[in-house]
């Protein structure tokens, strides 16, 4: 078995509070990065993407386990990495060549020799002849391109690449995914290993030879698999779009556990095994949810996900969280990649505005822990309203502070629109609406 670079183990982070509970970031995590790969970690927004790469780099302290550098504690290592960032990160009043130059002289390297080196990498990126520009006479793309130079001409080691082709636009990004690609595999740079993430799943096939999936609340692993189909990739073949569908389809039932990994890549998956008190409300709105219901309809009841987030212009980041609403309220389900409206998605999706309220209270009650609460307590309390405070006291058990305040304020918008409940941000309570029904009149939720 080839030797890591870089291994963590039983790494997690973590942040105290005030009381015995801690907020979990990320859960205690075995991954290592080896010789010859490219790896690519996604994950929805919240998962600890970044947080977990900055841990792997040398630059944040996990709160649990160790990262080891060649199996020598990475603290006390002597470590040659790179970062790539999604913003650009240059020094606007340096050159070109000054700004690829800046870590060389960091180090102490002699001027004639920073100066070869730099001039070469930005040869080997496409920069040659534009040595004395400054950062703002540069596009996007060659400014990222030079964020690259920067990165490579210390020949790292390891280079990891936060989310470095977001900030671009389409063809720009591909094209530097295209040359990033070559220059890899023709071993033109002596680094050996990159470390991706990305919310991109294309991004992820296309480049990588493994990809990590992380689940969040805490962050964790919840995939694990090799990718064995050869450069380059045809984005087009069966091989190429099971894997993207797989892996789609994991991100957006995070509370399944995983299929088994389509046979192309070799892989064998990491179970999750982890149950949930309170499920993550994805931070949608009811017209955003009513919005994809309608346009899923009109495409027959099916449609692909990415192909939806592509015709809105969407990241598909940006569109997961409506289908994830829509799941857990029971009007989509997720088959491979495509989004299958169900019965009540069709009659929601179809019902006018006060229908549309009636089908949402019930779908609410039904599905959502946090919504079935609150109305309970609203109709049992002899007063029928109850401060916020009593049920951030019970989410903060399980969420970020931030996290914590978010999930509440996604409940409260979804128990207004629902009619379900009042809310006095003034006062900061709930209150039962008057002459409304008891929601076990509306649907009879599963037992606690």
Known sequence: MTAAIIRAQQVEKYYAQPSENRIQV????????????????????????????????GLSKPSGGEVFWHEKPIASAEINVSIVFQSF?????????????????????????????????????????????????????????????????????????????????????????????????????????????????EEAVLLADRIIVLGRNPGHIRTDF??????????????????????????TRPDVA??????????????????????????????GIAGLLELVVDHGGKDDI??????????????????????????????????????????????????????FRKAAVEHILLLRQISRALTTKSDHTIHEEFFLDMLDEQFSEEETQRQLETAINWGRYAELFEFDASRRRFILPENDESPETVAEGPAE
């Open 26 to 57: 990320i859960s205690p995590t075995d991954l290592s990065i080896i010789p010859g790969e490219i790896v690519a970690l996604l994950g929805p927004s919240g998962s600890g993407k970044s947080t977990l790469l900055r841990m792997l780099a």
């Open 89 to 201: 990160a240059l020094f606007p009043w340096l050159t070109v060549l000054d700004n690829v130059e800046a870590p060389l002289k960091a180090r102490g390297m002699s001027a004639r020799e920073r100066r070869e080196r730099s001039e070469k990498i930005l040869d080997t990126v496409g920069l040659d002849g534009f040595e004395a520009a400054f950062p703002k006479e540069l596009s996007g793309g060659m400014r990222q391109r030079v964020g690259f130079a920067r990165a490579l001409v210390v020949e790292p080691e390891v280079l990891f690449m936060d989310e470095p082709f977001s900030a671009l636009d389409v063809l720009t990004a591909e094209n530097l995914r295209s040359e990033l690609l070559q220059l890899w595999t023709k071993k033109t740079i002596p680094t050996q290993a990159i470390f991706l993430v990305t919310h991109n799943i």
């Open 226 to 251: 090799k990718v064995t189909l050869p450069h380059p990739r045809d984005r087009k073949t069966a091989p190429f779009t099971q894997l993207v569908d797989y892996i789609y389809k994991v991100l």
């Open 258 to 287: 995983p299929a088994e990994v389509p046979a192309t890549s070799n892989g064998k998956p990491v179970r999750d095994q982890r149950q949930m008190h309170y499920q993550m409300l994805p931070h949608a709105r009811p017209g």
């Open 306 to 359: 990415y192909r939806l987030a592509d015709d809105l212009a969407f990241e598909v980041d940006d569109l997961l969280p409506i289908v994830d609403a829509a799941q857990l309220l029971g009007f989509l389900t997720v088959e491979e990649g495509d989004a299958v409206i169900t019965a009540e998605g069709r009659q929601y999706a179809e019902s006018e505005i006060l229908g549309q309220k009636t089908l």
